[in-house]
């Protein structure tokens, strides 16, 4: 009639969703075309290739959306299940062997790394840097700053090394004759492949082609105070040095960030250590006030670079014993790694956070 309103016509589905809705129809029909039981005849089973192709198809799809596929390889912690249960079989059989300086290299990689991992990664948040300057293969001396009261950077190093090199390298330290005469320090530091610091044993350990590790500033690194931090202390007589240039190895500066804050030293009380029989007895903001508890280290950030390698093929047989030579490059490596130091010191924002 006139002058009534006309009646409106409501659509029940606009033109996208009908769009959609055939879009995904279309797909629901693909994908039943597509399935394994519906390749070939439906009397028949699809065969493994045509299966194959279609896990292949789906995975490729799942890559392009984002959806990560599964992955075949363990987890650490089945990893190093299966190292330590492959170590105690070894051990029953007698199934394995130890070099002339006691290294296990089944008992280092099923025991030792594993407990030293967590603190690499979780507490002190180890950063690597200039791995590519280490050696693949051969002979290398790595010679590295010392700090922190307690030898944890040569520990850390040899995480860094085996876990960030890309042969997983194991690097052999020259630690001090104390580690060595503690009842069970001694043998485990044998077998996780550490020899003393004496120039047999460097020259040895060069000549069989092992990456080798030393630190030359001795007690007088790892126990000065905290106000001279990251200051290098003198480089002994640098026999390190000669014996890289009597086994042509190479020399690599490492330089070491994070580890003079783990155990700040106040003050060293000479008398006590004397009689305790030690290089020295630390006192820190902890240590010995919060009695055991002082000995877990401060969760300080650490970098650790190596530089670049020191060639040393190109000297004769008697460079090494000549005093000139062997001093210019013991003061070359020195100079790097303070440099570096205090190249790395520059770029941290704060000793816990990096």
């Known amino acids: 009639m006139a002058g009534e309103p006309k009646a409106k016509v409501i659509p029940l589905h606009s033109n996208t969703s009908r769009v959609a809705a055939a879009r995904r129809a ?11 039981s519906l390749l070939s005849d439906p009397a028949t089973r699809a065969s493994a ?3 194959a192709a279609v896990v292949r198809e789906i995975d490729a799809r799942r890559g392009a959306s984002g959806i990560g596929v599964a992955e075949d390889a363990p987890n650490e912690l089945a990893q190093r299940i299966s190292a330590v249960a492959e170590y105690v079989t070894k051990r029953f059989t007698g199934d394995y062997s130890v070099d002339e300086f006691g290294f296990d290299p089944m008992f280092n990689n099923a025991i030792v790394l594993p407990l ?15 791995i590519e300057n280490l050696p693949k293969k051969g002979a290398g001396l790595v010679v590295a700053n010392h700090a922190g009261t307690l030898p ?9 090394v085996h876990d960030h090199h890309p042969a997983n390298r194991d690097v052999r330290l020259l630690a001090a004759d104390m580690v060595f005469d503690m009842p069970m320090l001694g043998p485990i530091a044998r077998k996780a492949g550490h020899t003393m610091a004496c120039t047999t044993d460097a020259h040895r350990l060069l000549a069989g082609g092992e990456l080798t590790a030393v630190f030359p500033e001795g007690y ?11 200051k290098l202390q003198r480089f002994g007589r640098g026999g390190f040095v000669s014996a890289a240039l009597r086994t042509k190895a190479p020399i690599i500066p490492c330089s070491i960030v994070g580890s003079e804050e783990i155990y700040p030293m106040i003050t060293d009380v000479k008398l006590l250590a004397r009689v ?21 280290p401060l969760p300080s950030k650490w970098h650790i670079a190596f530089g670049k390698p020191i060639e040393t093929a190109s000297y004769d047989e008697a460079a090494a014993d000549d005093p000139m030579i062997t001093f210019d490059l013991t003061d070359q490596v020195r100079e790097t ?10 770029k941290r924002r704060n000793m816990f956070l990096g």
């Open 26 to 36: 279309a797909q629901r029909a693909d994908a039943a075309r597509r399935h394994p």
């Open 49 to 51: 290739e045509e299966i």
């Open 337 to 346: 790694i303070q440099q570096t130091l205090y190249q790395l010191l520059t």
């Open 116 to 130: 030293l991992r967590p603190l690499f990664q979780k507490w002190f948040r180890v950063e690597v840097s200039g």
């Open 276 to 296: 305790l029989g030690l290089p020295y007895f630390p006192i820190t903001p902890l240590f010995p006030l919060a009695g055991p508890a002082g000995l877990i």
């Open 220 to 230: 007088k690194g790892l126990g000065k105070p905290f106000r001279d931090r990251y």
């Open 152 to 160: 944890m950077d040569g520990l850390m190093l040899s995480v860094a």
